[in-house]
């Protein structure tokens, strides 16, 4: 009933002949209901969806290891199907390492923490030309020990 209330209103004030600049027609929200979330678009939508399928973006490993986990490993099963899925997707793979390691060290790490997952990713039927690895060593504060999979 109120909701025919005010749709009678809206066509009372449109048909009432008013200058289209006096003309304002109210939001109408349904009680009980939050408006709608504004929809992502592009690539903020394909990595949300990616974190939301996967769950994160991001491996880990042990201290001055490049050696995949149990943890590791069943990530990168959840990040693989979806990848499948979207194969129209490019992926930059980013290896990381502790803040404590000297620059060229952190280097060649975290290059080898990034080739781990790439193979393990390919390994998991992900095209490898979908793929990119670098290495950004510690150059990422609070990165750590850590491989980063993002969506491009």
Same mark, same amino acid.
């Given at each position: !009933? &109120?909701?025919? !209330?005010?749709?009678?209103? @809206?066509?009372?004030?449109?048909? #009432? ?11 109408? @929200? ?5 408006? =709608? ?6 690539i ?9 399928? %996967? $769950? ?7 201290i001055? %290891? =490049? ?5 590791a490993?069943a990530t990168?099963?959840?990040?693989? !199907?979806?990848? &499948? ?6 992926? &930059? @793979?980013?290896?990381h ?12 790490? $975290? =290059?080898?923490?990034?080739?781990e ?11 490898a030309?979908?793929? #990119?690895?670098? #290495?950004? $060593?510690k150059e ?11 969506v491009?």
């Open positions: !009933m &109120r909701r025919l !209330m005010i749709l009678a209103a @809206i066509a009372a004030a449109s048909l #009432s002949g008013a200058a289209p600049a006096q003309r304002r027609l109210p939001v109408i @929200i349904p009680l009980g209901r939050q408006p =709608a979330q504004p929809v992502l678009q592009g903020d939508a394909l990595r949300a969806d990616f974190l939301a399928r %996967s $769950g994160t973006d991001t491996v880990y490993f042990g001055n %290891s =490049a050696l995949l986990g149990a943890p490993k990168l099963a959840a990040q693989a !199907m979806w990848l &499948r899925q979207h194969p129209e997707v490019a992926v &930059r @793979i980013e290896g390492a502790d803040s404590n390691d000297t620059r060229d060290h952190a280097l060649a790490i $975290g =290059a080898r923490r990034a080739e997952v790439r193979q393990y990713l390919v390994l998991m039927g992900v095209p030309a979908q793929l #990119s690895v670098t #290495s950004l $060593g990422r504060p609070g990165a750590g020990r850590a491989v980063t999979v993002r491009q």
